[in-house]
């Protein structure tokens, strides 16, 4: 799942670094897709250290849960069989589209229908101390943390999360993403084609995309 449906998830709590934690897994791999962590057994005398560690834990839970979903299997694939011809003569693999795409729409769903509030996670964000930060990526065994830092204060700067809401920005979201693997991934009628696609499926997905949120409280419940 992305940023903001990991978000849902713990919307009510008021805790900065629990928020942190539950994104803190992609913004690292954003950030640097060679940083390797694993911090999920560790324990800090600072709770806040601990909040990020929980949350991050419950990051991986949610993953865990979402990709081996149904609701992950059929859509993706649903998607991916989609934009196929539209990509046609991309490099991109196609099932990574699939993936990345629904994805990105379940979060402008999650937007666009008022489940969550974009400002409100950026808010919870803001007031995390970077020394904790840096004492968590430290912790963990992270040698240099600057990288990380530096990315970290540029997303909340830019709060791009916001363009999500926006159904024809999906397609260039999706060629930001593509772009950290392949160097030009969508020509620009691959764009147009792509937008026309996704939003067709958004459409198609907004009656049934509040289902594997309530599948997965429920498995989060019964942990």
């Not at 937007?111 to 969550?116: D, F, R, S, V, W």
């Not at 930001?176 to 160097?183: E, G, P, T």
Request: charged residues 20%; negative net charge.
């Amino acid at each position: 799942m992305n940023f903001l449906s990991h978000y849902y998830f713990d919307r009510d709590i008021n805790n900065c670094y629990h928020i942190l934690g539950i994104v803190l897994p992609d913004l690292l791999k954003n950030a640097d897709k060679n940083i390797i962590l694993h911090p999920e057994k560790l324990q800090h005398t600072d709770k806040n250290i601990n909040s990020i560690i929980a949350g991050w834990n419950k990051h991986l839970a949610v993953d865990r849960y979402f990709h081996s979903s149904d609701f992950f299997a059929t859509y993706s694939h649903q998607l991916k069989k989609q934009l196929l011809p539209a990509i046609e003569g991309s490099p991109v693999k196609p099932f990574f589209l699939g993936h990345v795409a629904l994805e990105l729409i379940i979060d402008n769903l999650l937007l666009t229908t008022g489940e969550i509030q974009v400002e409100d996670f950026y808010t919870n964000l803001a007031t995390c101390e970077t020394a904790a930060i840096d004492e968590f990526l430290i912790f963990s065994g992270l040698a240099d943390s600057s990288v990380f830092l530096k990315f970290y204060a540029d997303f909340n700067r830019s709060q791009y999360l916001h363009t999500y809401a926006e159904t024809h920005q999906i397609a260039y979201a999706l060629k930001r993403i593509c772009m950290r693997i392949w160097r030009n991934p969508f020509t620009p009628e691959h764009e147009a084609q792509m937008n026309e696609v996704l939003s067709d499926y958004r459409d198609y997905l907004l009656p049934d995309f509040m289902s594997i949120f309530e599948e997965i409280t429920n498995k989060l419940i019964a942990i």
